[in-house]
């Protein structure tokens, strides 16, 4: 029911595959044995003027109506760049979203966006935010005209693009620039795979990385933890957000109650779970899988069998999970907030 992944040791050499250098401590990477990314890099090369404007934009509020909303406000590095705070997204006036925040990383591999696919290409991405209602209900119409407000922006914009004007096209590249440097692939398994100092995984962690590959890894595939799909997991139906999930943009019903599968990189520090952040702590999630699924039309082939597991399975498991950490990632200084 459940496949077993199995990398060849050779694939995951110490080496890294270069795809971009863009200055001294600033270079996007493919770790060998990843899968080629998606993002088209040839139409928007990143340079350190444009990873700096789009990291100043990313933390700066000017982008909501009322300037009280970034970006950083639910994607926080340390917990992942999501939220850990509230089940549901907040805005601009205290506004309450339908879905939790979903994290950025690795995001030049995704082949769609947001929760329900309703974004298909990255550098669109951030117009769903800023113009929903719930979270920075504006317009780029203003946002371009507050940057070209200040000399600070328009200093960065020359820098970035050898013109001072700003756009509303240039001011998406340049988030993109930013987002596409969010990349993890330095948690302990990962030295573990390529047989790395500080990589020496215990008994415990790899009982939990078999039954991981045995039980999970259908939908959360190596190296991403994310097979890109869209499933019904089981979960119950929010009687008051009433989230249909996919459906909402291809109408098809087939569609119904499917969500984006998400990695599960940096889980230790990324709850709440789930689209709508209903569970706060891993063995509620096990809970879930093993107890909790509810049957639907549409529920994922995967999981019409029940998933067993052991309490001490369920342990383990979670001591594997654990092992996906990247502190290197959520403690990097060049993603953090722009001081200068």
């Given at each position: ?18 795809l971009?250098?863009?200055?001294d401590d600033?270079k ?35 982008l909501?109506?009322?300037?009280t909303i ?11 760049f ?12 205290g ?9 950025i ?18 550098d ?43 756009t ?28 790395e ?28 933890f ?40 940096n889980?230790q520090?990324t709850y709440?779970?789930?689209?709508d952040?209903r ?14 699924i ?8 995967r999981?019409q ?33 722009p001081?200068?």
């Open positions: 029911m459940f496949s077993k992944i199995h990398f060849a040791p050779a694939l995951f050499c110490l080496f890294f595959v270069l971009a250098f863009t200055g600033l996007f990477v493919v770790p060998a044995g990843w899968p080629k990314p998606v993002y088209d890099f040839s139409k928007n090369p990143i340079t350190p003027a444009g990873f700096q404007l789009g990291r100043r934009l990313f933390y700066d509020p000017i909501s109506r009322d300037t970034s970006c950083a406000s639910c994607h926080l590095q340390a917990t992942g999501t939220h850990v705070d509230h089940q549901l997204s907040h805005g601009i006036y506004r309450v979203g339908t879905r939790n925040s979903p994290v990383l690795n995001m030049a591999w995704n082949k769609a966006f947001m929760w329900d696919g309703g974004v298909n290409h990255l669109m991405q951030p117009l769903s935010p800023i113009t929903s209602p719930d979270e920075m209900d504006e317009t780029m119409e203003n946002v371009v005209r507050k940057l070209n407000g200040t000399a600070k922006y328009r200093g960065m914009f020359y820098a970035a693009f050898g013109d001072s004007a700003v509303g096209q240039k001011t998406l590249l340049a988030l993109s620039q930013f987002v596409l440097m969010l990349n993890s692939y330095n948690a302990k398994y990962d030295k573990y795979i390529r047989k100092p500080g990589g020496e995984f215990t008994e415990q962690e790899l009982r939990g990385l078999s039954i991981f590959r045995k039980r999970c890894a259908s939908c959360h595939t190596e190296p991403l994310t097979n890109q799909e869209f499933a019904n997991n089981g979960l119950p139906v929010d009687t008051t957000l009433m989230d249909t999930g996919r459906m909402k943009i291809t109408g098809n019903p087939a569609d119904s109650l499917k969500f984006k599968v998400p990695t599960l990189r889980i520090f709440p779970y789930m689209h952040g569970f706060k702590k891993l063995p509620e999630v096990l809970k879930h899988y093993t107890t909790g509810q049957k639907s039309k549409t529920l994922d082939a999981l069998l029940p998933i067993e597991m052991t309490h001490e399975e369920k342990i383990d498991l979670v001591a594997f999970l654990l092992t996906l950490t990247d502190r290197d990632f959520l403690f990097d200084q060049r993603f953090g907030f001081r200068e």
